[in-house]
């Protein structure tokens, strides 16, 4: 999306700029703010999008779809549906996912849809 940017986040545990100065960022210019178990990641893992219904995290939640304007697209769970705010948080559907949980930027989403199962 034109204006938004993609960031690697830093830490407490380090993983600073080279310069070694944070850099601010403003929540309106990201699509996502990603709450992660690992900065590493792996790049490799195909990230699930079928649901359980027996998670105990979508008790309360709502199943949806996201797309995003740069073509990417997010299945998970939140508690708002619609989402009344410019900002709501997402849980992923895959409980392993190395995401534990997202905030997202309703700016930066083309489509959202409620799933059946959640």
């Given at each position: ?45 195909e990230e699930g999008r079928k649901f359980d219904p027996k998670d105990p995290r979508s008790h309360g939640s709502t199943l949806v779809a996201l797309t995003f304007a740069d073509g990417e697209v997010m299945v998970g769970l939140t508690i ?39």
């Open positions: 999306m034109r204006g938004m940017r993609s960031s690697r986040g830093f830490g407490p545990g380090g993983h600073w700029p080279p310069d070694g100065r944070p850099v601010q960022v403003s929540l309106s210019e990201l699509k996502a703010l990603f709450f992660v178990r690992s900065l590493d990641g792996d790049s490799a893992r708002r549906y619609p989402p009344n705010r410019p900002y709501f948080f997402l849980l992923p559907v895959d409980p392993n996912s190395n995401n534990i949980r997202i905030l997202i930027n309703r700016a930066a989403v083309k489509a959202m849809e409620a799933l059946s199962g959640g």
